[in-house]
């Protein structure tokens, strides 16, 4: 069965038009509820695709059935969001409503995922002060690159399991930048994955550093 006859098959009997797939659509609507699952544990109550992490709750306008599908869905079927105010945005607006949205859910499992790691290295490490980091994150959303390199020799010496992409680097001022200019290759190294692509070109134009 087509991906299209089998989200037919599946919308038809929560909308009001049970014969024609674009107009059953246009009887739906996101307004913004969104989930995390944390784990790709469900399927696209339109579409049927499987392994769905980020749910999205469209509703119908006509007679208010729900159903909780992938973003992409909503973008493929064109389905139209609502602004805070409950305006209905026409297809470009609501594409950007819901890749924001899923933008969003994406960061904070990311921001969560950190703490959590923090947490774990707090349980092993006596003398981590986990207050002062959790504070620094959350005020410039990313680590100097000696904190980060630190908090990388930590995981490693009591074998805390991490994302190297859920820690990212910040390199607005100069003192920041003149401590990877001053850091070992090796650490470095250890820092690679965490670097925006921007950032690895810096390393590249102003270090020493090679891959």
């Known amino acids: 069965m087509s991906w299209a006859k089998r989200s037919a098959t599946n919308i038809f009997p929560l909308s009001e038009n049970k014969n024609d797939l674009k107009m059953a659509l246009n009887e739906w609507l996101y307004e913004g509820d969104m989930y995390d699952l944390e784990e790709p544990i469900e399927t696209c109550e339109l579409c049927g695709y499987q392994d769905i992490r980020y749910q999205f709750k469209i509703i119908n306008k006509n007679n208010s059935n729900e159903m909780l599908v992938g973003s992409e869905c909503i973008n493929k079927f064109q389905i139209s969001a609502t602004d805070n105010e409950g305006n209905i945005l026409d297809t470009e607006e609501s594409a950007r409503k819901v890749n924001r949205d899923r933008r969003y859910l994406i960061e904070e499992a990311r921001k969560k995922r950190l703490i959590i790691t923090l947490v774990k290295l707090q349980q092993k490490d ?60 090796w650490k470095i190294e250890k820092l690679w994955k965490s670097l925006s692509s921007n950032q690895k070109q810096w390393v590249y134009e102003n270090t020493n550093y090679e891959q």
């Open 126 to 185: 006596k003398d981590f002060d986990i207050e002062s980091f959790v504070t620094y994150e959350q005020d410039r959303e990313a680590f100097t690159p000696n904190q980060l390199s630190l908090l990388l020799w930590r995981f490693g010496k009591y074998r805390i399991e991490y994302r190297p992409t859920d820690f990212k680097v910040i390199m607005k001022r100069n003192r920041e930048k003149d401590q990877l200019i001053d850091m070992d290759d």
